[in-house]
């Protein structure tokens, strides 16, 4: 099965097929933005196309919103949809408690917003996401343009102040150019290493002036779904336990992925 994808995306397509299964009729879905959550997207497309899924989709960002658009899905605008039922996105890193590292793809902002304004949030990833200590991966920090290099500053001086003194802040770029989120902002990332006290460091850093939001998201998933390339799915729920469970190898899971135009 799946044996036409690298393992990588073996292991997302496996996270995102299981998380698809929360999704039912007349639900409306905030939809995450990455590779993981394009996988989730293209499968609610195939799951509408084949079986008359009916959902309301609100996307975290322009590009989620161009594919769900592009698999058949009915988008709406958060205004719109208003409360979600679910939202399933992907994160960088996720450590015991869910907390999460999110923003590598840029856009943290709509994300958190799409996920608080939802009754239940599922993270989708590839096993190596998980972690037990965030930070190795660099923590995004979205900022306003006017200023920014202050807000930097003001930035550095908070982890100064903490014991990741020494970490190292780079702006984002993109094509040679700084990247631009979908709300028009920089991100800055920060080279942190290991977070050891996360539930202080977020609030210290959205009080510097010019900060809108961060990558940690703490408090806010209530499941993480882990996907491995073998077809082996860990969910870890908000008591700290893993549920361990085999690969789906239904007739359901063959016909969806052939709409993916995947066959095993
Ligand atoms: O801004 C991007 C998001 O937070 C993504 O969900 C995160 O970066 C994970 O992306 P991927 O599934 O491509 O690893």
Excluded at 87 to 98: C, F, K, M, Y
Aim: glycine share 10%.
């Amino acid at each position: 099965m799946l044996d036409r994808l690298d393992p990588p995306d073996r292991a997302k397509l496996t996270a995102a097929y299981h998380a698809m299964q929360f999704v039912e009729d007349d639900m409306r879905i905030g939809l995450g933005t990455g590779s993981t959550a394009e996988w989730l997207v293209r499968l609610l497309g195939a799951r509408s196309y084949l079986e008359g899924l009916r959902v309301v989709a609100v996307s975290t960002s322009e590009r989620t919103e161009a594919l769900a658009r592009s698999v058949g899905l009915r988008t709406a605008t958060l205004e719109e949809a208003g409360w979600l039922d679910l939202t399933i996105d992907g994160a960088d890193e996720v450590d015991p408690v869910l907390s999460l590292i999110k923003g590598g793809g840029g856009s943290l902002l709509r994300e958190k917003i799409v996920a608080a304004a939802s009754e239940r949030m599922v993270v989708i990833a590839d096993d190596g996401k998980r972690v037990d200590t965030l930070g190795a991966f660099p923590l995004p920090v979205e900022v306003v343009r006017f200023g920014w290099t202050a807000t930097r500053k003001l930035i550095e001086d908070v982890l100064s102040s903490t014991d990741l003194d020494g970490s190292t802040i780079s702006p984002r770029m993109k094509d040679g150019a700084r990247f631009v989120t979908d709300e028009g902002h920089y991100i800055l990332d920060l080279h942190l290493e290991y977070i050891d006290d996360v539930d202080s460091l977020a609030p210290r850093l959205l009080a510097v002036p010019g900060v809108v939001e961060t990558g940690l998201f703490i408090d806010i998933a209530d499941t993480a779904v882990f996907g491995f390339a073998s077809g082996e799915v860990h969910e870890l729920g908000a008591d700290g336990e893993t549920r361990r469970l085999d690969p789906p190898q239904d007739e359901r899971m063959q016909r969806i992925l052939a709409q993916l135009d995947i066959r095993g």
